[in-house]
């Protein structure tokens, strides 16, 4: 790693014993870092970094002097990624993509007074003890896959797809790989999968792929879930791995400038409850 970059192994020690560290932090070799050095770091050690990213599945930049919204797309703009899309501000992110990022990167610009953590938790975590405790609703997720679905009432669907005519709002849904089932009192209800909810990573372990932490059916308009076979998923199993996976998170406290860079593949990540105010940007990126 250039001498701009310099790994602290020490810095986070949750979960115990985590080799490599979970997320890798990164800091500035020197006293004055220039976000220019940062860029020109990050081209050079890009194949070093994406090792980082296969390993520990998260790094966090701190310390460097990313201000804005513009010296984000600096160092976004440093990977050299294809975006898929940019998000701003304190309100919840609403995914329409039809196929999922790469890599998430984050941007602290304003740091909550209180709350507001990023839970960050690998995924091969996740799996594995999920496997151990529930084998059956594992192997039913791998074989099966996920549907995730929810409802619009009539003047959401019209705007989400920007026309009130059914039909032009069933082609754009299926250029987002979705399918609409037009309900008699006016809603619509929005079907994306089968998508797979297991998947394999590089170094032959297998991840927990899914958004099952983002679904809560008792709250309006959220994603439900259910196999790709339309059968329902089990309750207990369902509400085990939300608990497995709020009791194995890491909580990442935010400061002013921090950059976090996660492998979307390996690790999943919610959002904690905060006071205002708070301001996270999010880029979105395909690696190929």
């Known amino acids: 790693m250039a001498d701009l970059l310099a790994a602290v192994a020490e810095f986070v020690t949750d979960p115990p014993h985590s080799n490599p560290p979970?997320?890798?932090?990164?800091?500035?070799?020197?006293?004055?870092?220039?976000?220019?050095?940062?860029?020109?770091a990050i081209r050079k050690n890009k194949p070093g970094l994406e090792s980082l990213l296969d390993s520990s599945g998260a790094i966090l930049f701190r310390g460097f002097p990313v201000k804005n919204a513009e010296d984000?797309?600096?160092?976004?703009?440093?990977f050299g990624y294809k975006s898929m899309g940019y998000e701003a501000g304190a309100a919840a992110r609403t995914y329409i993509l039809p196929d999922y990022p790469d890599v998430v990167m984050f941007f602290c610009e304003i740091a909550p007074p209180e709350g507001g953590e990023t839970g960050i938790v690998q995924g091969r975590t996740v799996y594995d003890g999920m496997a151990r405790e529930y084998?059956?609703?594992v192997r039913n997720l791998e074989e099966k896959g996920l549907v995730y679905y929810n409802f619009l009432a009539e003047d959401e669907w019209k705007e989400k797809f920007g026309t009130d005519d059914r039909s032009q709002a069933e082609l754009k849904a299926s250029k987002l790989s979705k399918k609409l089932q037009w309900l008699d009192d006016g809603r619509v209800k929005v079907y994306h999968g089968p998508r797979p909810a297991i998947k394999q990573l590089k170094e032959n372990s297998k991840t927990w792929f899914n958004n099952i932490g983002s679904s809560d059916p008792t709250i309006p308009n959220l994603r439900h879930l259910e196999y790709g076979d339309g059968t329902p998923l089990p309750p207990d199993a369902l509400k085990a791995s939300l608990a497995f996976m709020n009791?194995?998170?890491?909580?990442?406290?935010w400061k002013p400038g921090d950059v976090m860079v996660v492998n979307n593949h390996a690790v999943l990540h919610s959002r904690h409850p905060s006071k205002p105010p708070r301001r996270l940007l999010v880029s979105m990126l395909k690696t190929s």
């Open 247 to 253: 009791d194995h998170q890491v909580p990442h406290k």
């Open 72 to 78: 984000f797309a600096t160092v976004v703009e440093a």
């Open 22 to 40: 979970f997320p890798q932090v990164l800091v500035p070799g020197s006293d004055h870092p220039s976000l220019e050095a940062l860029a020109a």
């Open 135 to 137: 084998p059956e609703f």
